[in-house]
């Protein structure tokens, strides 16, 4: 069963969306979707469960380490910064890379409605951090 759909004009390397259907027919137990877009061609490559809403999940982590980057760059904010006892570096690095919820909690707690306002600056409808973790585009 090929589980691919292509709109628009394909960019995307043969190679890769073959071995993305074959992950995903290889594992029928699992509830998998995957969606590329290429922002530049508007082209969507889609394989697996269409139309099935998945929890964010660590997701929002990217979302709350580009706030803080993004308050830095406006210099609202400081790499050198120190939140919880713990400096921010550490932080970002922590939640990022090993998915440690206690970093990303701080710094989530520090931004409050920062993290909205940036969601919504780069086209998102909606971020919800805490237990829902959801990020909603537009």
Do not use: M
Not at 13 to 24: C, F, G, H, L, Q
Not at 67 to 96: F, H, K, M, N, W
């Amino acid at each position: 069963t090929d589980f691919a759909t292509v709109v628009g004009d394909s960019i995307f390397d043969p190679e890769i969306t073959t071995s993305i259907n074959a992950i995903v027919a290889s594992h029928p137990e699992l509830d998998i979707a995957v969606s590329v877009i290429d922002l530049e061609t508007g082209a969507q490559f889609d394989a697996g469960l269409s139309g099935a809403h998945f929890k964010a999940a660590s997701t929002a982590k990217v979302l709350t380490a580009a706030t803080y980057l993004y308050e830095v760059q406006q210099v609202r904010a400081s790499l050198g910064q120190v939140i919880d006892g713990r400096p921010v570096l550490q932080l970002l690095q922590q939640s990022i890379e090993v998915s440690d919820n206690a970093a990303w909690d701080s710094l989530r707690n520090y931004l409050g409605d920062k993290q909205q306002a940036f969601a919504e600056l780069l086209g998102l409808d909606s971020y919800e951090g805490g237990d829902l973790n959801i990020v909603t585009a537009s």
